[in-house]
């Protein structure tokens, strides 16, 4: 679960990491009063919860309060997209924090590191673009630190590390501190990752947190009702979400093609072929096992909700629920729908031969294999 960036920043201050002082708007005038308070000088951030929202024209710098409620105003509703998010998001909050002068960025992060079953803290002095690219442009820029949960790190250890990072020596005792608190945090919240880029250096030699980025591991937010909220008001993607409360598993990609199957591996299959025939899938779903027709109805629907969707592909393979069964469920389904999109629907295994002539004479053109209704799908969907 991810929070926002000003939900990440109060928890990281909880621990004492130094973050610069700011509030949450809704509305333009909210967002000009708070920069008032700061005289004006103010670094004005969409609250979304994807990366690159710098590039995406997400983040702008003011010196004036006026100009700053204005630009609020006009990234409160509009849809940001970036590299790492095609489909994009809407803005609807800003959060409007003290404008930090930066002399230098650095990156600093926290995540699991499961084949040496530790914590991995990352130090480098390549911040402010993404740590991808400097794993790959410039891999020795990046020091990596494993942290034992049980045993922690002697200061020494980070002292060193932070050393070899060539964090210069004023900053240095200030981010070892940064390091503590993040570790300290990372295992009291049950975070997945915490992520800091930049860690800001200002020109008087002051560390903070310019940006954090926190992910709580879901299966342990139940020990932290305090997060109960912030797990409601981090609702990512209003489909995502809703899913989720259906139990349905599904992934927006930002595509066209809308996918359903049984068995997550069978989608992912699914995904690479009507990529392979050319075509863009809209998202990721797992109707999982069974698949009865008032399962497959409420898929049908959610993946019918994203607007983009110009033809959907329904890939079963029958097991222990036969796919005759299954093909009833689907035509059942639809009976119930008003689908005015192709629908292409694949069935083998076990019972396929009996569900694909159930299909005959429907709306919905049957398939005998994946890479043949990833091709009908594609030609049908894009005619
Ligand atoms: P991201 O693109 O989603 O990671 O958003 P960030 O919060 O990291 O902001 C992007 C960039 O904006 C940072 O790398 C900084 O260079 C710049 N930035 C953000 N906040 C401040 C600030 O308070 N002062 C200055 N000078 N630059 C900032
Ligand atoms: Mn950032």
Not at 1 to 24: C, F, I, T
Not at 94 to 105: F, G, H, K, P, S
Not at 161 to 177: S, Y
Not at 216 to 226: G, I, K
Request: charged letters at 25%; a negative charge.
């Amino acid at each position: 679960m991810k929070l926002h960036e000003y939900q990440s920043k109060d928890l990281l201050a909880k621990y004492g990491v130094v973050v610069p002082g700011g509030r949450v708007a809704k509305n333009a005038a909210d967002a000009q009063s708070i920069a008032e308070e700061y005289g004006g000088k103010v670094v004005v951030k969409a609250q979304v919860l994807m990366g690159g929202r710098g590039k995406a024209g997400g983040v702008k710098l003011f010196d004036n309060a006026a100009e700053a409620g204005t630009f609020a105003g006009e990234l409160i509703g509009k849809r940001l997209v970036s590299i790492q998010n095609p489909a994009g998001m809407v803005v609807e909050q800003v959060l409007v924090a003290e404008l930090v002068d930066i002399a230098e960025e650095y990156y600093l992060s926290v995540l699991l590191d499961r084949a040496a079953q530790k914590l991995l803290v990352m130090i480098s002095r390549e911040g402010g673009m993404e740590i991808e690219e400097v794993a790959e442009k410039n891999p020795e820029a990046i020091v990596r630190l494993l942290v034992d949960p049980v045993w922690g790190l002697a200061d020494f250890e980070i002292r060193d590390a932070v050393a070899k990072a060539h964090i210069p020596g004023p900053a240095q005792r200030q981010m070892v501190a940064m390091i503590k608190s993040l570790v300290r945090a990372y295992i009291e919240s049950d975070a997945d990752l915490i992520e800091i880029n930049p860690v800001a250096l200002t020109p008087e030699g002051k560390l903070l947190a310019a940006d954090a980025k926190v992910s709580l591991d879901e299966n342990a937010v139940f020990r932290h009702p305090e997060f109960a909220a912030t797990a409601e008001d981090s609702a990512e993607d209003p489909l995502e979400a809703e899913a989720a409360q259906k139990g349905i598993a599904y992934v927006r990609l930002g595509g066209d093609i809308g996918i359903m199957g049984n068995g997550a591996g069978l989608v992912m299959c699914s995904l690479d072929e009507v990529n392979a025939a050319g075509g863009r899938p809209a998202n990721f779903l797992d109707v999982g096992g069974g698949a009865n027709a008032e399962r497959v109805k409420t898929c049908v629907e959610l993946v019918l909700k994203d607007e983009n969707v110009k033809g959907l592909l329904i890939n079963i393979f029958g097991g222990i629920t036969r796919g005759d069964q299954v093909a009833k469920g689907i035509l059942t389904a639809f009976e119930q729908l008003d689908v005015n999109i192709p629908v292409v629907a694949r069935i083998d295994g076990t019972g396929a031969e009996e569900g694909l002539e159930l299909l005959k004479g429907s709306k919905i053109v049957g398939a005998a294999t994946m890479q043949e209704a990833a091709k009908r799908i594609v030609e049908l969907a894009y005619a």
